[in-house]
């Protein structure tokens, strides 16, 4: 299967309209040996605080959070871009929030965050793209294809918004396109790698 010949050292997840049905899906998904970090982008409205990433913790059994400013990233943690700020992945693998301004009127911007998880993880960073109502991540994600990393689109026909998927295939193509079945499956592959005896 594409991607599980390679070592996957980070997730990144793009969402808007639809996105926190689709979410839940995937984490609850997630066995307890999930290894990479996972960093998600979901458009929400700027002014509202969220409670979601404790609303989905209850369901997933990985650890789920809002990212901080300068956070380190831990294996198996997923984090959330806080409303309002773009969340960036920077060289050191720690994270990074910024009130730059909104690209393709969101902050936070899928894009920065794929683009920037690119540049940092290259060929070891998988980029999932699901339901939306925007063309936010068709960039970011073909950022992560030129880098020599993977791409996952949620299957149009099935997303509750089928533009973002669609504007992703369409501008960066995918590795792979998925039901949130298929892709819940093919997440939870991505187990601990076997330590290897010297």
Partial sequence: MAGQDKHIELVVIGA?????????????????DFYPPVAIVLHLPPDRSTALPQLLARKCARPVKEAEDKEPLVNGTVYFAPPDYHLLVEPDRSLSLSRDEP?????????????SAAMACRETVLGIILTGASKDGAEGLKQIRTCGGLAWIQQPDEALSRIMPEAAISTAGADQVLTLKQLSENLSRLTAPAIEAD
């Fill in 103 to 115: 690209l393709h009127y969101s902050r936070p911007s899928i894009d920065m965050l794929f683009e």
């Fill in 16 to 32: 808007s309209a639809g996105g926190v049905e689709a979410l839940s899906v995937l984490l609850q998904a997630l066995p307890e």
